[in-house]
C-alpha cells in the first residue's frame, strides 16, 4: 500500500503562483511514476503532469508552459509549480502515484483562482 498527502491547495489571484506538494509514503518500488490530475466542477479527471523516478515527465496540453512538475526521490514527493494561474485552473488536484501495475489517489486538494 501507499499513502499519498497534498498539500498546498486554496483560494489564490489570478495571475500568481502556487505551488503543491505529495509526499509518498509506504511501499514503494525504485522504478514508479507519481504526479497530478485535476477535475474542475462538472468535468471528467484529467492530466496535469507526471513524472517518473527517472525524471521524465509528461505533460497535458493545457499545462504545457506554465505547469513545471519536479520531484525529490530521497523525500518521495513531487512538486506542482504552477505560474500565471487562470480562473480556469480553479479544481481539485489530485495526487496520483503507480507503482509496477498498482495506482493509487491521493484525498485530492482544492484550488481556486479568482478573477
Known amino acids: 500500500q501507499v499513502q499519498l498527502v497534498e498539500s498546498g491547495g486554496g483560494l489564490v489571484q489570478a495571475g500568481g503562483p502556487l505551488r503543491l506538494s505529495c509526499a509518498a509514503s509506504g511501499s514503494i518500488f525504485v522504478i514508479n511514476t507519481i504526479g497530478w490530475y485535476r477535475q474542475a466542477p462538472g468535468k471528467q479527471r484529467e492530466l496535469v503532469a507526471l513524472i517518473t523516478s527517472g525524471g521524465t515527465t509528461t505533460y497535458a496540453d493545457s499545462a504545457k508552459g506554465r505547469f513545471t512538475i519536479s520531484r525529490d526521490n530521497a523525500k518521495n514527493t513531487v512538486y506542482l509549480q504552477v505560474s500565471d494561474l487562470k480562473p480556469e485552473d480553479t479544481a481539485v488536484y489530485y495526487c496520483?502515484?503507480?507503482?509496477?501495475?498498482?495506482?493509487?489517489w491521493g484525498q485530492g486538494t482544492q484550488v481556486t483562482v479568482s478573477s
Open positions: 496520483y502515484f503507480k507503482n509496477w501495475e498498482y495506482e493509487y
